[in-house]
């Protein structure tokens, strides 16, 4: 059965991110050591994911009053662009990165009718791109 990457995803994906970095931030603070030990990278993800759903929800409050949804790049460049603007720390920058690379994949634009499912296909590239962006994002990795 093939998996669609629409914009309710996008909002299911953040929400759920979110909601597991608040249960473990206790303990990826704990855990800390990169690049100090300053114990603070898993408040700094959480911040950054929770800036991120909270960019993506307003895509969808913008389409709460008319007929249409958020279209599936709307919601994935939201989320990207709401890491980036919310980004705390050298973690939250990295995943602000890492989410930026994805975008860049599935909100490309691609020869006929937009296909929610195809953008499943180009998950594999979008992980590529969101490593490469991620790995530049640090001086010496």
Known sequence: MPHTLDAP????????????LGRERAEIDAINVYPVADGD?????????????QAVE???????TG???????????AM???ALIGARGNSG????????GMAEVLTAETPGPPDPAGAADRLAPALRRAAELARQAVAHP
Not at 41 to 53: C, D, Q
Not at 67 to 77: I, K, Q
Not at 93 to 100: D, K
């Open 67 to 77: 007929t249409s949804a958020p279209a599936p790049a709307d919601a994935v460049r």
């Open 80 to 82: 990207a662009h709401g």
């Open 9 to 20: 995803a996008v909002r299911t994906w953040c929400a759920l991110a979110l909601e597991a």
């Open 58 to 64: 307003a895509v969808f409050a913008a389409h709460e």
């Open 93 to 100: 920058t990295i995943l602000a990165q890492l989410l930026r």
């Open 41 to 53: 990278t898993g408040t700094n993800l959480y911040l950054t994911v929770e800036s991120a759903a």
